[in-house]
């Protein structure tokens, strides 16, 4: 029988358990704390489909839920449970291209919930005023399918290793991976390369235990704390910095990049590293950019010359 999954509980990989009915599979060991369920630290924990349920439970399937159009089930930002299926076709649909019915469903059957969880209240305190309903849904559901897939890349990292020497993997919090990149150093402590989905694109920044989330990136000149995100790991023997200053250009580097993230268009973000106030900070360049900006100090500075990840 699978056990129900417990607060102040070491987890190791491999371990399945149980929580509001709905079975998880471990992504990362740790010890569990009170605030970090499974729902809503997708870092740690995958949710299993119901196919693939282990022990008593697999018995106990429930059937298919329906959706009263009603209007009686609560806000899609109320749910307390995830009772819809989408596919990986799905998933690569921005959320204003989905029909009005398929909407519906995501939103009663609490299939944007995993994205509000993680984004978690203090996202919408932050930003969200400006927006209406219909754009709050559209960023939930963009940085769901970010988390979904950084999700798959962790898993496929934890099943089958490395396959090369940079990965993004998931973490949370404050905990770093034991063979994460230093991308730089502050007073002395190595400064990590972290990225995270901000409205609509995916921004590189930084990580470090000493953070007040774990992370930071930086957007539009103001410095992000983020408690989920993806770290860099790997092995420094397959990568070098190289040199370069003002708008990047990929073609004069003599190597290739390491893709960091992407803006909301989609144009590349490659990872740059550059020192400021006594520090090497990591931060984001690209060919749009007038140079490396890294966040720090509660906003983004923007330094000339700087150097950039690339693979050996």
């Given at each position: ?6 607060p102040g ?5 491999g ?22 369920t499974?729902?809503v630290?997708?870092?740690?924990w ?8 282990v ?5 106990q ?5 329906t ?18 299926h ?34 978690g ?26 988390l ?11 099943r089958?290793g490395?396959?090369?020497p ?14 994460a ?35 930071a990136i ?20 397959g ?21 960091g ?13 550059a ?6 900070h ?31």
């Open positions: 029988m699978v056990a129900q999954w417990e509980t070491q987890y190791n990989l371990d399945v358990v149980v929580y509001e009915g709905a079975q998880y599979k471990i992504i990362q060991p740790h010890r569990s704390q009170s605030d970090w499974p729902p630290t997708p870092a740690l995958g949710r299993l489909p119901e196919s693939a349920w022990g008593d439970q697999q018995q399937q429930q059937p298919p839920p959706y009263n159009q009603g209007g009686d089930q609560k806000p899609w930002n109320e749910q307390s449970s995830q009772q819809v989408i596919d990986h076709e799905e998933r690569k649909k921005n959320w204003f291209d989905l029909d009005d019915d398929r909407k519906k469903q995501l939103e009663i059957g609490g299939g944007l919930l995993g994205g509000l969880a993680a984004l209240a203090g996202y919408f305190a932050y930003k969200e005023h400006e927006k209406s309903e219909e754009e709050k849904k559209a960023q939930v559901w963009a940085f769901q399918n970010w979904h897939d950084a999700q798959a890349r962790t898993e496929e990292y934890h089958n490395p396959r090369g940079a990965t993004w993997i998931l973490n949370h919090g404050r905990n770093i991976p034991q063979n990149i230093a991308g730089g150093e502050e007073h002395g402590e190595p400064l990590y390369i972290a990225r995270a989905y901000y409205e609509g694109g995916i921004m590189v920044g930084k990580a470090s235990a000493r953070l007040k989330k774990g992370a930086g957007f539009k000149h103001d410095e992000i704390d983020v408690e989920t995100f993806e770290i860099l790991i790997g092995d420094m023997r990568l070098r910095w190289v040199d370069t200053s003002g708008h990047l250009d990929v073609q004069s580097l003599g190597a290739t990049p390491v893709e993230g992407r803006e909301s268009d989609g144009s590349p973000i490659y990872i740059a590293q020192p400021h106030h006594g520090g090497i990591p931060g984001k360049a690209s060919a749009v950019l007038d140079g490396a900006y890294i966040p720090y100090d509660g906003t983004e500075k923007k330094v000339k010359e700087y150097r950039v990840l690339c693979y050996a």
